[in-house]
Structure formats: structure tokens, C-alpha cells
């Protein structure tokens, strides 16, 4: 039975409604060095949270994807105290970004030691908090994996294999996409088990069709970014997805959130509520059935990130 492992407890098929597939309750994009997220107040991000995820529950989300791995201020444990001051259910992941945000730590470990830790984070829990990892996040460069990426892609995929976990990866470009699943699918994992984080930001629509085919997930997740205006375009990449028989392996979200430890007070945030005020209804509009908006936001993230 596949099992959706959140900061709550573990939810089974039909336990949940709308799933955002990809937001941050916290993340420190500012250099590495500066560490700023290791001294973040606890109570302060539970304080400045607490109203976008109420109005999130409000707009029917519940439960949602924080997308921050290792390199950009990860914190799971102010991540689960948020979670459990708001009750909103939250699905964490192991992983490290990108170069050049990988820490000093992986860039000289072996594919094999990255890969026990993956896999410690997913069985066992994250750090001090006991808490399993549900999927595995990374990322590679905009002109091609590199090789300290690949090396951090083979050994998730190793990990992936023993827990079934997904693999999703921050990816601008299709082609680099298409190299990623090339090692996927060489360790021995399926193309099926990987997330194209960011796929609208290939500008070739063709390219997000050929990802599909082989068989990823396809990633729209920046719903309502620049004020709506990409609306029109991303709702006419969907219906062309939905017409090619793609509606399984389609995922909605926004990217918004967050709490910035390296800005006063964590900065400002924007609301997780785009998709279901906005963005469903112009969906409904252009001839969307329910049954397939419960597929794209109750049914898909589940199965993405179940295992
Ligand atoms: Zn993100």
C-alpha cells in the first residue's frame, strides 16, 4: 500500500484531498557561508507562517510538499514545529541542490557514502528529528549536469531503488533532463519515479511532451507567479497534455512560501492559494472536468510522492 509519509503521520490513498507537490514553509537561498538558517528563531517562523498556512487550509489544501534540500537552509526541524503548531501536514525530502550550493561534505563524499545517508534519512529520520524523509530533492546546472551532480543523481537513484522513493530535480532545461534520466535509468531506477521540478520553464513544449513519453512526471509550479500572467500559456500546455493522454503524470504548485532567514522577520510571503481561487476555476472554464482536477490535485501528488 503506497504510504505518503508527512510530518503528521503517514496518510494511504483517499486520507487527503488538494496536495501542493512543490512550496517552502523555509528556505536560505543566500550563500552557504552565511548560515543564517542555522540561527533562525523557531517561534518567529511559526508566527509569520501561521496566517498563509491557515489560509491555505481555508482554500481546501491539506497538505503540502516543502521542496528544500540540503544547501539552501534546510530545517526540517522548524519545518515539523510549523507543521505541528498549524496541523497542516507536510511531506519533507533528503537530497542536495546544486552546484555551486553543494556543501563541502558531499562534494568530497563518495557516490556510496551519499547514498547511505540518503537512504538513513529516508528509513530512519532526519537529523535529530526522527522524522523519515518521504523523497529525495536535487537539482543540476542550466548547461548540463556536472559531474559532482551526477555523482549526487547516481547515488539517490541507488537509494531510490531500496525505498521506492522519488526523485525530484530543480531542472531548467529539457535536454539536461533527458541526461538525468539516462543515469536514472542506467543505475537500474524508472524514468516513472522522477519529477521534472520547473518543466514551464523549458521554453520548448515539445520537449515536455518527449519527458512525458518516456515517462516522468511533468511539474507546472509556478501557478500565478508574475501576477497570473502565464496563466493562459500554462493552462494551454495542459489541456495539449491532457489531450495526449498525459493527465497521470501532470503535478500543479506554486514555489511560494517562505520564510527567509537571511531577511528581517523572514521577509515577505506569498499565499499558497493561487491554484485553488484562481488558477481551478479558469481550468473548469476551459473545459476541465472535476474528475480530472481531483486527478491533478488530489490523486497525482499522492502517487508522486507515496511509496
Ligand atoms: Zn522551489
Redesign the pocket.
Known amino acids: 500500500m503506497p504510504t505518503l509519509i508527512t510530518t503528521l503521520g503517514n496518510y494511504e490513498a483517499g486520507q487527503l484531498g488538494l496536495i501542493l507537490p ?3 514553509i523555509f ?1 536560505d537561498l543566500g550563500p552557504i557561508e552565511a548560515a543564517s538558517y542555522l540561527n533562525a528563531d523557531c517561534e518567529e517562523v511559526i508566527t509569520v507562517m501561521r496566517p498563509p498556512l491557515a489560509e491555505a487550509q481555508k482554500a481546501g489544501v491539506t497538505a503540502l510538499v516543502e ?2 534540500p540540503v544547501g539552501v537552509g534546510r530545517r526540517v526541524d522548524i519545518v515539523k514545529a510549523v507543521s505541528e503548531a498549524t496541523r497542516m501536514p507536510v511531506v519533507v525530502a533528503t537530497g542536495i541542490y546544486r552546484q555551486p550550493w553543494v556543501p563541502a561534505w558531499a562534494q568530497q563524499a563518495s557516490q556510496e557514502e551519499l547514498s547511505d545517508w540518503m537512504l538513513g534519512e529516508l528509513n530512519e529520520g532526519i537529523e535529530a528529528t526522527a522524522l523519515r524523509a518521504a523523497w529525495i530533492k536535487l537539482s543540476a546546472g542550466d548547461d548540463g549536469i556536472t559531474p559532482c551532480e551526477a555523482k549526487i543523481l547516481r547515488a539517490a537513484a541507488k537509494a531510490a531503488i531500496q525505498t521506492h522513493a522519488v526523485i525530484g530535480s ?1 531542472t531548467i532545461r529539457g535536454s539536461v533532463v533527458s541526461q538525468q534520466l539516462e543515469i536514472i535509468e542506467a543505475a537500474g531506477y524508472s524514468a516513472e519515479r522522477f519529477i521534472w ?2 518543466t514551464q520553464a523549458e521554453p520548448d513544449f515539445a520537449l515536455h511532451l518527449a519527458m512525458a513519453r518516456r515517462g516522468c512526471w511533468i511539474e507546472y ?1 509556478w501557478l500565478g507567479g508574475d501576477g497570473g500572467n502565464n496563466d493562459s500559456r500554462d493552462i494551454e500546455h495542459i489541456l495539449r497534455l491532457l489531450d495526449a493522454g498525459f493527465g497521470a503524470r501532470l503535478l500543479l504548485s506554486h ?1 511560494r512560501g517562505w520564510y527567509d532567514p537571511s531577511k528581517p522577520r523572514g521577509g515577505s510571503q506569498l499565499p499558497y492559494t493561487y491554484l485553488s481561487q484562481h488558477f481551478l476555476p479558469k481550468l473548469r472554464a476551459a473545459g476541465v472536468d472535476d474528475q480530472t482536477l481531483a486527478q491533478l490535485t488530489e490523486i497525482n501528488p499522492f502517487l508522486a510522492f507515496a511509496r
Open positions: 512543490h512550496e517552502h528556505v521542496c528544500t530543480h521540478i520547473h509550479d514555489d
